[in-house]
């Protein structure tokens, strides 16, 4: 995470800063290792909790794009953390990515403004599209 | 059921297939007391299960035929010696079922058995629902780690990355291996499974790991006060969805947080399991109905009512007992008890093996 953040503050442009909160390591490492190779940094989380101290580290929720988060998870649980996030941070956009394919569950989020409902497995090129379509909104959202 | 008149006392002469299946249906009828089952062959089916049930076994049928207290000797030997020495030895007030009677009963004995089997396969198929979507989550999260870091080794030239991928694989293909094993332990049919001297925290625990699946274990903190060396019997498959019903309604009326304490004891030849939990608890209302079928509070399609009914179903084929405290928003507890047996290793069953 200290590299991430380095290259956060090392000034060097990359397509964006994602945070990814999920309490599989290898979940999270997949991830990064998807979405950096299409040029984005990323931050981990394994929490709702974890993730709500990195927003709010340093200038994280100024420069934060998009945050990725599954719902089941301990202490505070994916659901409340995106409910958590899209009070303070109205303007970072929010992808669920979840082993949990619940179609009642995803249409509730997408109606609450989340910008997709993802079920592991994903596919590379989806989760890559997913992202990209959060980064428009957030253009959106600063305009 | 009560009634006030003597058990009806039968000595079985036949412990081969037939004798079982007559062993195991009278087990389970409360005003039927079983003498003792003798058959020429010592190594025969039902003797094991007999000893299970502290019922006598001989190899000498004499015995068995000339004890005056017996009410009916049934005889599924097939052995056209026995009925005349029957006749000749039994006490004048005991009553002989053999031949073609016999085989009638055994008929309906076992269509009945099949009919049992069924329904309880189907019921436990229905129960089987409420865990696929948490099996789903279970197994969709290192699918998605195996199927991601193939493809990023597909692509990687560095050695020592693709050692590491390979480890990700390995271990996340174990854990769907786990799981898929716990399911199949769960469904395979029970139909072939005989009364066995049950381990009851190897159940417990099972239970615990595959209710996991159910509902993620998040907050909920689980504590086991065991008593070591318990046995009951039964068929284990059937005791573990007993413990799985109970376990996973526990975790679900906690939510999210709370405590699961699961606790073991013995006295007067019983053993108690109480399962407790710190969840939503039950209304006085609808504690006279949780164990009617279907009856659920849970949401369409998230439960059958099954859950309970079964419960009762098999507790009290074997002769146990269930009992439920509860407490609205405090938390609920479940009380079993089961006739207790000495614990089995199968180096003592082989000393014991000849009785009187
Ligand atoms: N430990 C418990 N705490 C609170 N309520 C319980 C508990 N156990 C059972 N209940 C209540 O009893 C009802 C019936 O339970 P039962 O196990 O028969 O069915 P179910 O759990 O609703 O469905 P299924 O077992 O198919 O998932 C439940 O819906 C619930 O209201
Ligand atoms: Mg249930």
Known sequence: MAETTAAMFGGHKTNGLVLVVDDEPDVRKVVRMTLE???YDVIEAEDGEKAIQEVQKGENPLMLDVIISDIRMPKINGVEAINYFQQQYPRVPLIVLTGFPDMEMATGFLKKGIVDY?????????????VATAMEKRDLNRL | MTTDEPPITISILGAGQGGTAMLESFLNLPHIRLLGIADKNPHALGFRLARLHNIPTTSHPLK????????????????????????????????VLGGTAAKVLLELIQHQTFIQTQLFQSEKLASLGTFAS???HDINNPLYIILAMAEEIREENHLERIREHATSIYEAAQRIQAISRNITDYVRTSSHQELESIDLHARLEEALSISRFATKFREITVQKDYQNGLAIQGKPEEILQVFINLITNAIHAMEEKGSLTISTSHSNGLVQIAISDTGSGISAQNLQKIFNPFFSTKPKGKGTGLGLYNVKTIVKKYQGEIQVESEEGKGTTFRLSFPSIPPISPLKEMVSSEQP
């Open chain 2, 134 to 136: 948490g099996i789903a």
């Open chain 2, 64 to 95: 068995l035929i000339q004890e005056d207290t017996v009410n009916l000797i049934i005889d599924v030997t097939g052995d056209p010696t026995l009925p005349p020495f029957i006749a000749e030895h039994k006490h004048s007030s005991a009553e």
């Open chain 1, 118 to 130: 993802l079920v592991k497995p994903v596919e590379k090129e989806k989760l890559i599209k997913s």
């Open chain 1, 37 to 39: 190779k299409a040029g």
